[in-house]
Nanobody, 127 residues
Framework: EVQLQASGGGLVQAGGSQRLSCAAS????????IGWFRQAPGKEREGISC????????WYADSVKGRFTVGSDNTEKTVYLQMNSLKPEDTAVYYC????????????????????WGQGTLVTVSS
């Protein structure tokens, strides 16, 4: 059973940085991807980034491109989301999730494709 645990949320001022981590365990092969999603109050869950396990291919939503960077430490089975130049509109609960297959793209960011979810971590950006 794949298990994910997200951490690193907190309160940060606009323009600041925050780094989220997603610790993963239980994978039986190396062909998977980790996606990052966020859900702001009153809004739908939004896919914002993805990284593939085998080749490290990445994808970013336009809303975070150029500000957020996804990376992984395959030895530690941990995926990171480095968030820079944070804006108040980035305030949300952030989730990491795992899907089968390593390809990342806008077409892979539907929540239905993700078979395991972390518990979410709240990021609050103050103005």
């Amino acid at each position: 059973e794949v298990q994910l645990q997200a951490s690193g949320g907190g309160l940060v001022q606009a323009g600041g940085s925050q780094r989220l981590s997603c610790a993963a365990s239980g994978f039986t092969d190396d062909d998977y991807a980790i996606g990052w999603f966020r859900q702001a109050p009153g809004k739908e869950r939004e896919g914002i980034s993805c990284i593939g396990s085998s080749d490290g291919n990445t994808w970013y939503a336009d809303s975070v491109k150029g500000r957020f960077t996804v990376g992984s430490d395959n030895t530690e089975k941990t995926v990171y989301l480095q968030m820079n130049s944070l804006k108040p509109e980035d305030t949300a609960v952030y989730y990491c999730a795992a899907k089968l297959g390593h390809l990342c793209g806008s077409f892979t960011m539907q929540t239905i494709f993700y078979v395991s979810w972390g518990q979410g971590t709240l990021v609050t950006v103050s103005s």
